[in-house]
C-alpha cells in the first residue's frame, strides 16, 4: 500500500539544550536556563527560584547526591536521558506525591507524559540521586521572540532548529535561486514521513519552480529530529510553532512571514500547528484531511479500519523506531552526531496499535485531542483547503468540518470525485497557486510555472500525461486588484466528474464540469428523500408493507476494490468492484429519472432493521446504473447497529451524528426492529435523466480502495423493515437548478469511482 503522502516514502524527526528568560508559570518564577537542560548542577543556585519558599520533597533526612543524567521537562513532560540502563526512577512533584515512575530503557531513557504544570524532581528509586528541580509548563508558555531571532539555521541545506524544549527537529531548506536574490517568500513543510530528508527533494522542487524557498521539518521522534514519536501530541503542535517561528525570523525569509504547504501527513499537522496561532504564519493550504482522526478515518461507523488506518499506523511506528528511516542512519553514518543522540527517546514511544486496541469506544480524553474539528476555529489565518469525495486513505469525510473554520478570514475550499492524490492533481493545483501567490508570496499570480509543473506531476502521479495552458487571468492587475477578484468569488468550488473530462483520456485527473458556491453546506441544497419499498424499490412514492432479509456475510465480497495491481492513482487504474452474491444484500433501485438530480453533501440512510444476533455492522452504498445498465459506484456509509444512539444535539435531518460512546451501547434484540441512522459520507454527483439511483445494504466491505473493517458480522441475518409502522428511507442533499453537461461519463471513466458492466 502506497504511503499517505504520494510524493515521497516513509520516512520520518532532534534535541539540543536551550535557554529561556523568566517566566511565570501558577504563581512561579522560573529561570528557563534550568528548565530545559538540568544536567548535573553542583550548587542550590542552579535551581528554579519561586516568590515564596519552595519546600524542597522530603525524600530524605539529608539531600540526595545531584544525578548526572539530562532531565528535560517540556510541555506536561519530562525527559531523562544518558542515565544507567535499568535504572529505577520517580518523578516526584513538590508535595512529594510520585507523578510517574518507570525504569530507564537500554539506551538509558525514560520519558513521562501526561503531568501536570508544576515543579517536579527526578529521583532514583532507590535514593542514590536526584535531579534539581524542573518546570513543567503547558501551551500557554511561549518563549520570547529573541529564542527564534537567535537561531541561525541553513540558508540554504540541512540542519536543525531548537524547540521551547530543547529538542532539535531536522530541517532542509531549498531555495528557489541564490542567496543574495532573497528574500524568498517561503513555505513550510511539518510531518513525520521524511521531508527534510536531503536526498529527496521532490516535494521541494514543485515550490521553488513557482519561487518559493521550501522548508521541511520533521517531527520529534522521527527521522533525526529528536524527542519520542506519539501521533500528534501537544509537544508535535507546539514543536510547529516553534518551527514557524524560527523559520519566519530568517532574514532570507520574506516578510518574515511563511505558508504552510503539504498533503495529508503534512496537510493534517497544519491544522494542528496553525490552531496554536503562530505570529508569523501567513496562511496554510492543508489538502486531502481528515476532520476526526478517530471516528471518520480509524472507526468510521464505530467499526475499525483495519485496512489503512491500521497499517499506517503502524509503519509511524516502524519508521519512528531508532533509526526507523534508512536516511537518519546514513546521516549518524556520516559522522552527524546531532542525529545519532537524537534517537536516545525511541524505545519510548508508545505502543499506538495496542492503545487502538485498548480504545473500543471514542473517549474524549484520548479522541478529542487528535479530533481537529474541535479546534480548527482557532485557526486565524487563511486557508485552502481540498480533497476528494473518494480518498481510499484519509476517507473523505473532512467536509464535515468545513463550516467550523470560523475563525479564518478567508476560507477557500474545491471538492472533488477521486482519490488521495486529487487534491494536487492539475484541476486544483491553479487555484492552490494562485491562493499561495496572494496569501504567502503577495503578488499577482502568474500560472506560466504552474502549467509547466502540472505536466511533470500528473505522468509522475497519475500516469499520463495532461497537456494544459493555464490562464494567468489576473496579468496587467495590481495585486489589491488581483487579491480583490479573488476574495469576492464564491468559496466553494465543486468539480465533477474528474477523469472524464472532454478531450482527454479517460481518467486523466481533469473535471468535466465545476459549480462554485457561497459556502458548506451548499445554500442552495434541498433535501430529497426516497423511500426503501417493496420488491426492491426506491421512490418517493412507493410501497411500503413489507421487510427485505440478507445474510451479514464478510466473506461475500473482496474486502477492498482495489487489488494492487499497478497504482490505484494511475488513470488506467483497474478496479475490482464485485457484485454481492445472491441473498447477501438489501438492494433498492429508483424507476429511471425524469430529470437531471444532483446530490452535493451528506445523506441519512434512515433504516428499521433487526437481526438475530445482538449486534450487526452496517454499510450503505450509492451508486448509479445507467441508460446502458452500467453501475458506477457513488459513496457509502457504515454503522455499528450497537452504537446507533444519535448526538441529539448536533444530528440533523442530512446527517446523523454518532459519538460512539461505550455508554452508547445498545444491544439488539432478535427480530425487533430498531432505527439505525446510518451517515453516508459527503459526496457529489451527477445522476442524468434516463439514470437510477440504488441503494445496496451489507456487510462492510469491498466498496472502498483500501480500507478494511473489523466487522462483527458472522452471516447473521438481518431484515431492513419497510412497512407503514417501519419506514425505512434514504435522504440526500439534492442541488437544483444546475446545468448539468448532456451525455453520461464513459464507464469506468471517472476517478475514485469504479465502473460495472450490467
Same mark, same amino acid.
Given at each position: 500500500?502506497?504511503?499517505?503522502?504520494?510524493?515521497?516514502?516513509?520516512?520520518?524527526?532532534?534535541?539540543?539544550?536551550?535557554?529561556?528568560?523568566?517566566?511565570?508559570?501558577?504563581?512561579?518564577?522560573?529561570?528557563?536556563?534550568?528548565?530545559?537542560?538540568?544536567?548535573?548542577?553542583?550548587?542550590?543556585?542552579?535551581?528554579?527560584?519561586?516568590?515564596?519558599?519552595?519546600?524542597?520533597?522530603?525524600?530524605?533526612?539529608?539531600?540526595?547526591?545531584?544525578?548526572?543524567?539530562?532531565?528535560?521537562?517540556?510541555?506536561?513532560?519530562?525527559?531523562?536521558?544518558?542515565?544507567?540502563?535499568?535504572?529505577?526512577?520517580?518523578?516526584?512533584?513538590?508535595?512529594?506525591?510520585?507523578?510517574?515512575?518507570?525504569?530507564?530503557?537500554?539506551?538509558?531513557?525514560?520519558?513521562?507524559?501526561?503531568?501536570?504544570?508544576?515543579?517536579?524532581?527526578?529521583?532514583?528509586?532507590?535514593?542514590?540521586?536526584?535531579?534539581?528541580?524542573?518546570?513543567?509548563?503547558?501551551?500557554?508558555?511561549?518563549?520570547?521572540?529573541?529564542?527564534?531571532?537567535?537561531?541561525?539555521?541553513?540558508?540554504?541545506?540541512?540542519?536543525?532548529?531548537?524547540?521551547?524544549?530543547?529538542?532539535?527537529?531536522?530541517?532542509?531548506?531549498?531555495?528557489?535561486?541564490?542567496?543574495?536574490?532573497?528574500?524568498?517568500?517561503?513555505?513550510?513543510?511539518?510531518?513525520?514521513?521524511?521531508?527534510?530528508?536531503?536526498?529527496?527533494?521532490?516535494?521541494?522542487?514543485?515550490?521553488?519552480?513557482?519561487?518559493?524557498?521550501?522548508?521541511?521539518?520533521?517531527?520529534?521522534?522521527?527521522?533525526?529530529?529528536?524527542?519520542?514519536?506519539?501521533?500528534?501530541?501537544?509537544?508535535?503542535?507546539?514543536?510547529?510553532?516553534?518551527?514557524?517561528?524560527?523559520?519566519?525570523?530568517?532574514?532570507?525569509?520574506?516578510?518574515?512571514?511563511?505558508?504552510?504547504?503539504?498533503?495529508?501527513?503534512?496537510?493534517?499537522?497544519?491544522?494542528?500547528?496553525?490552531?496554536?496561532?503562530?505570529?508569523?504564519?501567513?496562511?496554510?493550504?492543508?489538502?486531502?484531511?481528515?476532520?476526526?482522526?478517530?471516528?471518520?478515518?480509524?472507526?468510521?461507523?464505530?467499526?475499525?479500519?483495519?485496512?489503512?488506518?491500521?497499517?499506517?499506523?503502524?509503519?509511524?511506528?516502524?519508521?519512528?523506531?531508532?533509526?526507523?528511516?534508512?536516511?537518519?542512519?546514513?546521516?549518524?553514518?556520516?559522522?552527524?552526531?546531532?542525529?545519532?543522540?537524537?534517537?536516545?527517546?525511541? =524505545?519510548?514511544?508508545?505502543?499506538?496499535?495496542?492503545?487502538?486496541?485498548?480504545?473500543?469506544?471514542?473517549?474524549?480524553?484520548?479522541?478529542?485531542?487528535?479530533?481537529?474539528?474541535?479546534?480548527?476555529?482557532?485557526?486565524?489565518?487563511?486557508?485552502?483547503?481540498?480533497?476528494?469525495?473518494?480518498?481510499?486513505?484519509?476517507?473523505?469525510?473532512?467536509?464535515?468540518?468545513?463550516?467550523?473554520?470560523?475563525?479564518?478570514?478567508?476560507?477557500?475550499?474545491?471538492?472533488?470525485?477521486? =482519490?488521495?492524490?486529487?487534491?494536487?492533481?492539475?484541476?486544483?493545483?491553479?487555484?492552490?497557486?494562485?491562493?499561495?501567490?496572494?496569501?504567502?508570496?503577495?503578488?499577482?499570480?502568474?500560472?506560466?510555472?504552474?502549467?509547466?509543473?502540472?505536466?511533470?506531476?500528473?505522468?509522475?502521479?497519475?500516469?499520463?500525461?495532461?497537456?494544459?495552458?493555464?490562464?494567468?487571468?489576473?496579468?496587467?492587475?495590481?495585486?489589491?486588484?488581483?487579491?480583490?477578484?479573488?476574495?469576492?468569488?464564491?468559496?466553494?468550488?465543486?468539480?465533477?466528474?474528474?477523469?472524464?473530462?472532454?478531450?482527454?483520456?479517460?481518467?486523466?485527473?481533469?473535471?468535466?464540469?465545476?459549480?462554485?458556491?457561497?459556502?458548506?453546506?451548499?445554500?442552495?441544497?434541498?433535501?430529497?428523500?426516497?423511500?426503501?419499498?417493496?420488491?426492491?424499490?426506491?421512490?418517493?412514492?412507493?410501497?411500503?408493507?413489507?421487510?427485505?432479509?440478507?445474510?451479514?456475510?464478510?466473506?461475500?465480497?473482496?474486502?477492498?476494490?482495489?487489488?494492487?495491481?499497478?497504482?490505484?492513482?494511475?488513470?488506467?487504474?483497474?478496479?475490482?468492484?464485485?457484485?454481492?452474491?445472491?441473498?447477501?444484500?438489501?438492494?433498492?433501485?429508483?424507476?429511471?429519472?425524469?430529470?437531471?438530480?444532483?446530490?452535493?453533501?451528506?445523506?441519512?440512510?434512515?433504516?428499521?432493521?433487526?437481526?438475530?444476533?445482538?449486534?450487526?455492522?452496517?454499510?450503505?452504498?450509492?451508486?448509479?446504473?445507467?441508460?446502458?445498465?452500467?453501475?458506477?459506484?457513488?459513496?457509502?456509509?457504515?454503522?455499528?447497529?450497537?452504537?446507533?444512539?444519535?448526538?441529539?444535539?448536533?444530528?440533523?435531518?442530512?446527517?446523523?451524528?454518532?459519538?460512539?460512546?461505550?455508554?452508547?451501547?445498545?444491544?439488539?434484540?432478535?427480530?425487533?426492529?430498531?432505527?439505525?441512522?446510518?451517515?453516508?459520507?459527503?459526496?457529489?454527483?451527477?445522476?442524468?435523466?434516463?439514470?437510477?439511483?440504488?441503494?445496496?445494504?451489507?456487510?462492510?466491505?469491498?466498496?472502498?480502495?483500501?480500507?478494511?473493517?473489523?466487522?462483527?458480522?458472522?452471516?447473521?441475518?438481518?431484515?431492513?423493515?419497510?412497512?407503514?409502522?417501519?419506514?425505512?428511507?434514504?435522504?440526500?442533499?439534492?442541488?437544483?437548478?444546475?446545468?448539468?453537461?448532456?451525455?453520461?461519463?464513459?464507464?469506468?471513466?471517472?476517478?475514485?469511482?469504479?465502473?460495472?458492466?450490467?
Amino acid at each position: 500500500m502506497p504511503d499517505i503522502d504520494p510524493l515521497r516514502s516513509n520516512e520520518l524527526p532532534g534535541e539540543e539544550p536551550m535557554s529561556f528568560t523568566s517566566r511565570r508559570i501558577l504563581g512561579v518564577t522560573v529561570a528557563f536556563a534550568s528548565i530545559v537542560t538540568l544536567a548535573a548542577c553542583s550548587s542550590d543556585k542552579d535551581s528554579a527560584t519561586t516568590d515564596a519558599p519552595v519546600t524542597a520533597a522530603p525524600t530524605t533526612l539529608t539531600p540526595l547526591p545531584l544525578a548526572t543524567y539530562t532531565v528535560r521537562p517540556g510541555a506536561h513532560q519530562i525527559a531523562v536521558i544518558d542515565a544507567e540502563p535499568g535504572t529505577d526512577l520517580q518523578i516526584q512533584a513538590q508535595d512529594g506525591t510520585i507523578a510517574a515512575e518507570g525504569t530507564t530503557d537500554e539506551q538509558g531513557s525514560f520519558l513521562a507524559r501526561n503531568l501536570e504544570v508544576g515543579l517536579y524532581k527526578v529521583i532514583n528509586t532507590d535514593m542514590s540521586a536526584a535531579s534539581a528541580e524542573v518546570v513543567v509548563y503547558d501551551a500557554t508558555f511561549i518563549p520570547e521572540q529573541s529564542f527564534y531571532a537567535d537561531q541561525d539555521l541553513p540558508a540554504p541545506g540541512f540542519g536543525y532548529l531548537t524547540t521551547r524544549d530543547g529538542t532539535t527537529l531536522s530541517i532542509n531548506v531549498v531555495f528557489p535561486g541564490k542567496v543574495e536574490d532573497g528574500p524568498y517568500p517561503t513555505v513550510v513543510e511539518y510531518s513525520g514521513y521524511a521531508p527534510s530528508n536531503p536526498d529527496d527533494t521532490t516535494f521541494a522542487q514543485l515550490f521553488t519552480t513557482l519561487g518559493y524557498a521550501y522548508v521541511a521539518v520533521n517531527m520529534r521522534g522521527t527521522g533525526c529530529s529528536g524527542g519520542s514519536f506519539r501521533y500528534f501530541e501537544e509537544s508535535q503542535s507546539l514543536d510547529g510553532y516553534d518551527a514557524i517561528e524560527a523559520i519566519a525570523a530568517q532574514p532570507w525569509v520574506q516578510d518574515n512571514k511563511v505558508g504552510m504547504v503539504g498533503i495529508s501527513y503534512p496537510g493534517i499537522s497544519q491544522l494542528f500547528v496553525a490552531a496554536t496561532q503562530p505570529p508569523s504564519l501567513a496562511a496554510i493550504t492543508p489538502l486531502s484531511v481528515i476532520d476526526d482522526s478517530a471516528r471518520s478515518t480509524l472507526r468510521p461507523g464505530g467499526i475499525l479500519n483495519t485496512g489503512f488506518a491500521v497499517k499506517w499506523t503502524k509503519e509511524r511506528m516502524d519508521s519512528a523506531a531508532v533509526y526507523g528511516q534508512e536516511w537518519s542512519k546514513k546521516m549518524a553514518d556520516s559522522g552527524d552526531k546531532v542525529c545519532a543522540d537524537n534517537q536516545k527517546l525511541r =524505545l519510548q514511544n508508545p505502543d499506538l496499535i495496542s492503545e487502538i486496541n485498548d480504545n473500543e469506544f471514542y473517549a474524549p480524553e484520548v479522541g478529542d485531542i487528535i479530533n481537529p474539528s474541535m479546534f480548527v476555529d482557532k485557526i486565524n489565518v487563511p486557508v485552502f483547503l481540498a480533497g476528494a469525495w473518494q480518498d481510499e486513505q484519509t476517507g473523505g469525510h473532512f467536509p464535515a468540518f468545513i463550516d467550523k473554520f470560523t475563525g479564518s478570514p478567508h476560507m477557500y475550499t474545491t471538492l472533488v470525485n477521486g =482519490l488521495h492524490t486529487e487534491s494536487l492533481g492539475p484541476a486544483v493545483f491553479p487555484r492552490y497557486a494562485e491562493f499561495l501567490s496572494l496569501y504567502v508570496a503577495k503578488k499577482v499570480p502568474d500560472l506560466t510555472a504552474a502549467g509547466l509543473i502540472a505536466t511533470v506531476l500528473t505522468p509522475g502521479i497519475f500516469g499520463v500525461a495532461t497537456p494544459i495552458v493555464q490562464e494567468n487571468r489576473f496579468a496587467g492587475m495590481t495585486f489589491e486588484q488581483a487579491l480583490e477578484i479573488f476574495e469576492n468569488e464564491p468559496s466553494v468550488r465543486i468539480l465533477f466528474e474528474e477523469g472524464a473530462a472532454d478531450g482527454q483520456a479517460p481518467g486523466t485527473p481533469l473535471n468535466r464540469w465545476r459549480a462554485d458556491f457561497s459556502s458548506w453546506p451548499i445554500p442552495e441544497a434541498q433535501i430529497l428523500r426516497y423511500k426503501l419499498g417493496d420488491n426492491g424499490t426506491l421512490g418517493t412514492d412507493v410501497a411500503q408493507t413489507s421487510s427485505t432479509a440478507y445474510t451479514a456475510d464478510p466473506s461475500a465480497t473482496p474486502e477492498t476494490f482495489f487489488q494492487g495491481e499497478g497504482s490505484i492513482w494511475d488513470a488506467n487504474v483497474k478496479w475490482n468492484w464485485v457484485r454481492n452474491p445472491e441473498g447477501t444484500a438489501a438492494v433498492f433501485t429508483t424507476a429511471a429519472l425524469t430529470t437531471d438530480t444532483v446530490i452535493i453533501g451528506p445523506g441519512s440512510a434512515d433504516l428499521w432493521i433487526s437481526s438475530e444476533a445482538t449486534d450487526t455492522d452496517l454499510e450503505v452504498t450509492i451508486s448509479e446504473i445507467r441508460p446502458d445498465g452500467s453501475e458506477t459506484y457513488v459513496q457509502s456509509g457504515w454503522l455499528r447497529a450497537s452504537l446507533r444512539a444519535l448526538n441529539e444535539s448536533t444530528s440533523t435531518e442530512l446527517r446523523p451524528v454518532h459519538d460512539f460512546f461505550e455508554s452508547d451501547v445498545m444491544p439488539l434484540t432478535a427480530g425487533e426492529p430498531v432505527l439505525a441512522r446510518v451517515e453516508m459520507f459527503p459526496v457529489a454527483h451527477p445522476f442524468r435523466a434516463g439514470s437510477k439511483i440504488r441503494i445496496t445494504i451489507d456487510t462492510p466491505g469491498g466498496n472502498r480502495g483500501e480500507w478494511k473493517f473489523a466487522t462483527v458480522n458472522a452471516g447473521e441475518k438481518v431484515t431492513i423493515w419497510h412497512d407503514a409502522k417501519h419506514p425505512s428511507s434514504i435522504a440526500l442533499s439534492v442541488v437544483p437548478n444546475l446545468d448539468v453537461p448532456a451525455g453520461v461519463a464513459a464507464c469506468g471513466s471517472l476517478r475514485g469511482q469504479p465502473c460495472r458492466q450490467k
